[in-house]
């Protein structure tokens, strides 16, 4: 079995979302970017976009508006100005 990512999304007033998936899309300031388990660590601004949750076949994607994402040994957090879900697929 392959190794999940730790991924939790965070806006102001609540988290949003927080589990272990296999991979994570979101819009970079310089670029959109995928992260997966055992990514090397980083730390990007946010622009305005979509964030995508991938867990096996299932989809979830949330709007994000600015903020920060931050890789670490331990997972990816995204710390949003605003974030809330789009859509489950």
């Given at each position: 079995?392959?190794?999940?990512?730790?991924?939790?999304?965070?806006?102001?007033?609540?988290?949003?979302?927080?589990?272990?998936v296999d991979q994570v899309d979101a819009p970079g300031v310089e670029g959109d970017f995928g992260v997966?388990?055992?990514?090397?660590?980083?730390?990007?601004?946010?622009?305005?976009?979509?964030?995508?949750?991938?867990?096996?076949?299932?989809?979830?994607?949330?709007?994000?508006?600015?903020?920060?994402?931050?890789?670490?040994?331990?997972?990816?957090?995204?710390?949003?100005?605003?974030?809330?879900?789009?859509?489950?697929?």
């Amino acid at each position: 079995m392959a190794a999940k990512l730790s991924f939790s999304l965070v806006a102001p007033e609540r988290e949003v979302f927080s589990g272990l998936v296999d991979q994570v899309d979101a819009p970079g300031v310089e670029g959109d970017f995928g992260v997966l388990a055992a990514h090397a660590p980083f730390m990007t601004a946010l622009r305005e976009g979509t964030v995508t949750v991938i867990d096996g076949s299932s989809r979830r994607v949330f709007s994000v508006k600015g903020g920060f994402a931050d890789v670490t040994p331990a997972g990816l957090t995204i710390l949003a100005e605003e974030a809330a879900e789009v859509s489950v697929q």
